[in-house]
Nanobody, 131 residues
Framework: QVQLVESGGGSVQAGGSLVLSCTASGNTYITNSMGWFRQVPGKQREGVTSIDSDGTTTYVDAAKGRFTISKDNAKNTLYLQMNSLKPEDTAMYYC?????????????????????????WGQGTQVTVSS
């Protein structure tokens, strides 16, 4: 089992920045790929970005140029640097981990049920961007 704990969410004005963190514990050796997803009430969960076991990163179009995913393997911590935030970025952000070497296809699948293929989830952290 793997436990994922997110932190760093909060409220920010449009154009601002936030950094989300996700610390993994337990059997971290199986967290070969990690990523961030988000969900707005009443809508399907969607992928934002992921990092593969070889360090390859994937971003959905809405995140490209504004968000950066990174991972500190020594600390078992995943980060999401979010810049130039927009009101449409408001959502609950979830950290995800999976034994598969890549979850890029899941991230790029769009809103829907693809996220259910991912093995492990954090409890989520709320990001609210005001205009």
């Amino acid at each position: 089992q793997v436990q994922l704990v997110e932190s760093g969410g909060g409220s920010v004005q449009a154009g601002g920045s936030l950094v989300l963190s996700c610390t993994a514990s337990g059997n971290t050796y199986i967290t070969n790929s990690m990523g961030w997803f988000r969900q707005v009430p009443g809508k399907q969960r969607e992928g934002v970005t992921s990092i593969d076991s070889d360090g390859t990163t994937t971003y959905v179009d809405a995140a490209k140029g504004r968000f950066t995913i990174s991972k500190d393997n020594a600390k078992n911590t995943l980060y999401l640097q979010m810049n130039s935030l927009k009101p449409e970025d408001t959502a609950m952000y979830y950290c995800a981990a999976d034994p598969r070497p890549s979850m890029s296809s899941t991230v790029l699948a769009g809103p829907g049920y693809a996220w259910q293929k991912v093995g492990y989830w954090g409890q989520g952290t709320q990001v609210t961007v005001s205009s």
